[in-house]
């Protein structure tokens, strides 16, 4: 797949405050075999287009790559790249400057990267949809199947199942939810380990930030929910096996549920203003049960 299966990475990593441990991953993404892709002629429109391993359009610096039964890579713009492989009826499409869009390794993966070095990678298992809308946009559904990420902004990021940069297994990774809107938003839900599924993280408001079921191992059914610029929400991240548990945050607030240990379950914290914290069953094991709510400013922390 040559220089292109690098995914560009979101510069809002690291925003997420308070619990929300330093993200990063890398996707290992095997390169393929270049025979079917759209050789740019270097002049005119830029546009490929290649459907189950046969190019059908190509001009200018657009590439796309395809095999498989019913696959598609589409790549519009300058130096765009598009690539369906490794499966049967993958889709990709690449639309902007230095755009990137790449499903493969499974089926019925689609990537959909529409902005200025917009990034979207569906890989790495089957079902899996990521849709990065906005310049320097990042999504990337992988590390399992049924995993969807949606990033739409400026420097957004959501990533579900997988993140790349991590030196860790990140395997089996299922039905993971991550979307990010906003201009340096990100989101991460079930990545940063293996077994990690049904989670949820979303993340509405300029620069927020919201994880759930990531860095560690069978961390399942967890919701973190950050709504407001600048908000920030974490449930049964940092650890392992922490299981149901929700972080809601509004306006500025932090929320965070059942992290940084192990085995905890079912804990709530709900935060609403600037500057408002609630931690619930934090930083501990076997701490379930706990809820804690926040707000004025203030902060409560359970137990």
């Given at each position: 797949m040559g220089k292109r299966n690098v995914p560009r990475t979101a510069a809002s990593i690291g925003r997420i405050g308070g619990l929300a441990v330093a993200l990063g991953v890398g996707i290992g993404i095997a390169a393929m075999p270049w025979s079917a892709a759209?050789?740019?002629?270097?002049?005119?429109p830029n546009i490929s287009v290649s459907h189950?391993?046969?190019?059908?359009?190509?001009?200018?610096?657009?590439?796309?790559?395809?095999?498989?039964?019913?696959?598609?890579?589409?790549?519009?713009?300058?130096?765009?790249?598009?690539?369906?492989?490794g499966g049967t009826n993958n889709h990709a499409l690449?639309?902007?400057v230095g755009s990137t869009a790449i499903a493969k390794g499974g089926s019925n993966?689609?990537?959909?990267?529409?902005?200025?070095?917009?990034?979207?990678i569906a890989a790495g298992g089957s079902n899996n949809t990521s849709t990065a809308t906005g310049t320097n946009s990042?999504?990337?559904?992988?590390?399992?199947?049924?995993?969807?990420?949606?990033?739409?902004?400026?420097?957004?990021?959501?990533?579900?199942?997988?993140?790349?940069?991590?030196?860790v297994r990140q395997g089996s990774?299922?039905?993971?939810?991550?979307?990010?809107?906003?201009?340096?938003?990100?989101?991460v839900a079930g990545a940063g380990g293996s077994f990690n599924t049904d989670n949820t993280a979303i993340a509405y408001g300029d620069n927020s930030g919201a994880v759930s079921g990531f860095g560690g191992n069978s961390n399942t059914h967890n919701t973190a929910v950050a709504f407001g610029a600048g908000t920030h929400a974490g449930a049964g991240s940092g650890g392992n096996q922490n299981d149901y548990n929700s972080a809601t945050?509004?306006?500025?607030?932090?929320?965070?549920?059942?992290?940084?240990?192990?085995?905890?379950?079912?804990?709530?914290?709900?935060?609403t203003g600037d500057g408002s914290l609630a931690n619930a069953g934090v930083a501990g094991t076997?701490?379930?049960?706990?809820?804690?709510?926040a707000s004025g400013g203030d902060t409560v922390n359970n137990p």
């Open positions: 759209a050789a740019p002629d270097g002049g005119g189950d391993g046969d190019v059908k359009v190509v001009k200018g610096t657009a590439t796309a790559v395809s095999d498989g039964r019913g696959s598609t890579a589409v790549a519009h713009g300058f130096g765009s790249y598009a690539e369906a492989t690449a639309s902007g993966n689609t990537s959909t990267a529409t902005g200025t070095n917009s990034t979207a990042t999504a990337i559904a992988a590390g399992g199947s049924n995993n969807t990420a949606k990033a739409t902004g400026t420097d957004s990021g959501a990533y579900a199942g997988y993140y790349p940069g991590l030196d990774n299922n039905n993971n939810l991550a979307s990010a809107q906003g201009d340096s938003a990100t989101a945050a509004t306006d500025g607030a932090g929320a965070f549920a059942g992290g940084a240990g192990n085995d905890n379950d079912y804990n709530t914290a709900s935060a076997d701490l379930d049960h706990y809820t804690a709510n």
